[in-house]
């Protein structure tokens, strides 16, 4: 299957809204940017999705959008099959903030350049095509591009996991694409690719 990869635009608006509600996404991956508490965050999930669609809508209309990366995106004959989220670490810091990640040595330090990878969404009915393998590949190749310094993930690394433990990507596809352990606490390590080691 012929997979066109590009970095999320507000082109691709409609076709990603349209993966989002094929797959019963309503959070429009707007979880690590929700400032609420988690009671706040389901009810609303239940009780107001709409907000999570504009707000997503929103971000890919922003003007840095162009310049900023905020995910990549796998087309197939304009059908969006899956997204990653792909972002400046410092526009998800709640994800940071975690008591899993929050202090740990390896996340301190100077951010700039350091990208993250929030979620991973592919089409239920295109899974074990290598949509996700491509995602995380080409999230490489946009971060080589625009001369950031590293990308971080953080996949849950359980062999019973299922699908919906696994929003954050599968630890598998992460280690073979390069990215190496920078800590290993199960199931939830850090992992990291280094685009470019840094100065001094």
Sequence with gaps: ?????????????????????????????????????????????????????????????????????????????????????????????????????RGLPTLSGPREGVLTVGCLLVDDDFRRQGIARALVEHAIVLAKAQGARSIEAFPRRSDQAGPAELWTGPFSIFEQAGFEIVSDFAPYPVLRYTVRATQG
């Design 1 to 101: 299957m012929q997979l066109d990869l590009a970095a999320a635009q507000v082109e691709h608006t409609n076709a990603l809204l349209a993966l989002f509600a094929r797959t019963n996404t309503p959070c429009h991956c707007q979880y690590w940017h929700f400032g609420g508490d988690k009671n706040a965050w389901l009810d609303r999930l239940f009780h107001a999705p709409e907000q999570n669609r504009e707000a997503f809508v929103e971000s890919l209309a922003a003007p840095q959008a162009a310049s900023e990366l905020r995910g990549v995106v796998a087309l197939h004959e304009g059908q969006a099959l899956g997204w990653l989220k792909l972002c400046p670490a410092e526009r998800v810091q709640k994800l940071y903030d975690q008591r899993l990640y």
